[in-house]
């Protein structure tokens, strides 16, 4: 699925995503996709406060924001919350809909959202993306699968 999804977006826009900080700061908030430290590795929902605040901490934010793992949620933890944004399609914790974070005044909010599932999963089985079946698994079921 990498090697075609790298296909698709072609060196371009590939050297451009490379280019992106990996940390955003704006105002009281700090924007990663996983930690600070890795673009893969995050925290569950499940971690520890002292974990959540080991890792975030070091943004010096009072909101960390991440996604990488699919799963939203909104933790406060000693002097600042912690949030992850979940997934627009794919998303890992049983809800199908559509997930998206709201950040008002420095207080974040998920939010979920219906959409047309039938639609998504006919686009995806006609796409030609590899292991398109396994992706509409977790689509229809809003959790991961083993392929």
Known sequence: ????????????????LRGLPRVQMHDAMALVHASPESRWKAPSPEASAAELE????????????????HRPFVRSVSNMVVANTGSVSLSYDGDRRAAYLLLDDSTPTI??????????????????????EWVAKMLETGRPQMP
Do not use: N
């Open 111 to 132: 939010r979920r959202v219906e959409y047309d599932m039938d639609r998504e999963l006919k686009a995806l089985s006609i796409c030609g993306l590899p292991h398109s």
């Open 1 to 16: 699925m990498a090697a075609a999804t790298r296909a698709a977006l072609g060196e371009e826009r590939i050297a451009w």
């Open 54 to 69: 080991s890792v975030y901490s070091p943004l010096s934010r009072p909101v960390a924001i991440y996604g990488h793992i």
